[in-house]
């Protein structure tokens, strides 16, 4: 039997979006008629088809149920959680690195006081929430042990919520995990899809608490050993639908929950290219979408002799696109540069 999938496509942004949606030629995003499209492409595993929202009505019975049933979620409304606001995005996942060797800034905030200090100008310049993490998941770091990752973050933790700082934690084990909800962390972020320790999901379940479901093809030490998929976008979204399905099953209920496609983690640059091109898809799944774009990999082979330490431009370039495409969180390091960009961008659309 042919598997359909949804991707809406051909967005609108401001002004112009609110003037669609109200004229109804197009449709709202989680309705905001902040950001509306008005096509959809209907993608097999085999084909591609891009249609006007006014065409649905003319294929044939099953395949229109099914795109009608992805446009429900698509359409569907989002509440907030974890100090994001959904009806204007995108919202910036601020990153702070507690590492001496994360890829692009280890060793630079790994202390007390230049943890603070960074996290709360993130907050300043525009974050919504700060991502705080203890171990490089950078291709070919190997995994450390819990109470060396706790003693990288704790006194950090601690100091950043009493201050009022909302705070992401950016962890794969589940015993970190209960410590920072119990110290009052806002969501947690793992970056293997829950997979890395299986008592994750139970945890989860216990405090009901909002979660970060990555995709990650492999572990750090080996996931960029040439990555391959039989189709990167499909499989991706395949990986999701399974992921909760089975956390339903475990007695997750609640819709706090965030999908991220993991850029670079067990992708080479087409894969990573397909999923930025095309990753209006997730859309359908119903659920917010994070994506970590800031100082990837990608940049440096796209812009070649033009790569440069901090990467603002590609990752400035490849915000705009995917805030185009809807995407809610973006996971930055340059908050300042990066909203920057994006509130200039907004003004010149909307003017």
């Given at each position: 039997m042919v598997r359909y999938y949804t991707r809406v496509c051909n967005f609108y942004y401001g002004k112009n979006s609110k003037i669609l949606v109200n004229k109804k030629k197009a449709i709202s995003l989680n309705q905001s008629k902040e950001i509306s499209f008005d096509q959809v492409e209907i993608i097999t595993r085999k084909s591609k088809k891009i249609i006007s929202i006014n065409q649905i009505k003319n294929l044939p019975k099953s395949v229109r149920k099914k795109i009608n049933f992805d446009l429900v979620k698509v359409k569907s409304k989002k509440n907030n959680f974890s100090n994001f606001n959904f009806k204007k995005i995108p919202n910036l996942l601020g990153v702070l690195n507690l590492t001496p060797d994360s890829f692009s800034d280890g060793g630079k905030f790994n202390s007390k006081v230049r943890g603070i200090n960074h996290a709360t100008n993130l907050i300043n310049n525009g974050a919504n929430l700060i991502d705080v993490g203890g171990e490089s998941t950078r291709p070919g770091s190997k995994a450390i042990s819990d109470n060396l990752e706790w003693r990288r973050i704790n006194k950090v933790l601690e100091s950043l919520i009493k201050k009022r700082i909302p705070i992401s934690l950016d962890t794969r084990?589940?015993?970190?995990?209960?410590?920072?909800?119990?110290?009052?962390?806002?969501?947690?972020?793992?970056?293997?899809?829950?997979?890395?320790?299986?008592?994750?999901?139970?945890?989860?379940?216990?405090?009901?608490?909002?979660?970060?479901?990555?995709?990650?093809?492999?572990?750090?030490?080996?996931?960029?050993?040439?990555?391959?998929?039989?189709?990167?976008?499909?499989?991706?979204?395949?990986?999701?639908?399974?992921?909760?399905?089975?956390?339903?099953?475990?007695?997750?209920?609640?819709?706090?929950?965030?999908?991220?496609?993991?850029?670079?983690?067990?992708?080479?640059?087409?894969?990573?290219?397909?999923?930025?091109?095309?990753?209006?898809?997730?859309?359908?799944?119903?659920?917010?979408?994070?994506?970590?774009?800031?100082?990837?990999?990608?940049?440096?082979?796209?812009?070649?002799?033009?790569?440069?330490?901090?990467?603002?431009?590609?990752?400035?370039?490849?915000?705009?696109?995917?805030?185009?495409?809807?995407?809610?969180?973006?996971?930055?390091?340059?908050?300042?540069?990066?909203?920057?960009?994006?509130?200039?961008?907004?003004?010149?659309?909307?003017?």
């Open positions: 084990k589940s015993n970190i995990m209960e410590k920072g909800i119990n110290l009052g962390v806002k969501l947690i972020n793992d970056v293997s899809g829950l997979d890395f320790d299986t008592n994750t999901v139970n945890i989860l379940k216990k405090y009901k608490f909002p979660f970060v479901i990555q995709h990650s093809q492999g572990v750090p030490e080996n996931m960029q050993k040439k990555p391959s998929y039989k189709n990167e976008l499909l499989d991706i979204y395949d990986f999701f639908e399974k992921k909760i399905k089975l956390i339903r099953s475990k007695g997750i209920t609640h819709n706090n929950i965030i999908l991220d496609p993991g850029i670079g983690f067990g992708k080479n640059l087409k894969h990573n290219m397909s999923l930025i091109y095309n990753i209006s898809i997730f859309h359908s799944l119903g659920f917010p979408i994070l994506v970590g774009n800031s100082r990837k990999k990608f940049i440096k082979e796209l812009s070649g002799k033009n790569d440069s330490k901090s990467r603002i431009g590609g990752t400035l370039a490849s915000s705009i696109y995917l805030m185009m495409q809807g995407v809610q969180i973006l996971r930055i390091h340059d908050v300042n540069e990066i909203t920057q960009g994006l509130k200039i961008f907004k003004k010149i659309i909307d003017n």
